[in-house]
């Protein structure tokens, strides 16, 4: 829904979008023991989920949304 309304910059919904996969198959990975629950492989693939965090919070506290949005069809 921020992608395409456009609310907040494109980088910050593109890497949420990039990184959730990556966490679900950090996930999968783990609960199949192909690698413990704290390790570098596991926290890697969750930093992309952790900027976007980040970077979502510290936007919005700052700018906020954009005022003025396309519409969405």
Request: net charge positive; with cysteine.
């Given at each position: 829904?921020m ?62 949304f ?8």
């Open positions: 829904m992608y395409r309304s456009r609310l907040v910059p494109r980088v910050i919904p593109t890497v949420g979008l990039l990184g959730a996969p990556l966490i679900i198959m950090s996930a999968t990975v783990t609960m199949l023991g192909g690698w413990d629950q704290v390790s570098i492989a596991g926290s890697l693939c969750a930093l992309p989920i952790a900027l976007w965090e980040f970077s979502l919070g510290v936007w919005l506290t700052v700018k906020g954009r005022p003025t949005t396309p519409d969405i069809d």
